[in-house]
Nanobody, 131 residues
Framework: QVHLVESGGGSVQSGGSLRLSCATS????????KAWFRQAPGSEREGVAA???????TYTDSVKGRFAISQDNAENTLYLQMNSLKPDDTATYYC?????????????????????????WGQGTQVNVSS
């Protein structure tokens, strides 16, 4: 059974930094895509960043140059380093993992991947950025 547990959220002022962690277990896929999503109140869920099994990273435009996704395979942990935070970054952040079964491209906006019934999601961690 796959479990994902996020941590590291909190409250910071605009311009500050946070590092989110996602401890994963049970995800023994030969090929996969891992990602961070966020959802603000009244808004749809948004893909933020993704990383492939081979370490290729992709980002949504609004966080490019400010956020960095990484993974520690030895510790089965996914990270999201968030710098230069803005009030618009306020949201609940979720990590997710999905097996890549075909030629799907690992990207946070890939509807093919993230609507898969085989995907797994964490419970979320809250990030609040004040101006």
């Amino acid at each position: 059974q796959v479990h994902l547990v996020e941590s590291g959220g909190g409250s910071v002022q605009s311009g500050g930094s946070l590092r989110l962690s996602c401890a994963t277990s049970g995800a023994t896929y030969s090929n996969y895509c891992k990602a961070w999503f966020r959802q603000a109140p009244g808004s749809e869920r948004e893909g933020v960043a993704a990383i492939s099994r081979d370490g290729e990273t992709t980002y949504t435009d609004s966080v490019k140059g400010r956020f960095a996704i990484s993974q520690d395979n030895a510790e089965n942990t996914l990270y999201l380093q968030m710098n230069s935070l803005k009030p618009d970054d306020t949201a609940t952040y979720y990590c997710a993992v999905v097996p890549v079964l075909g030629e799907e491209y690992c990207h946070p906006s890939s509807t093919t991947l993230w609507r898969s019934p085989f995907g797994h999601w964490g419970q979320g961690t809250q990030v609040n950025v004040s101006s």
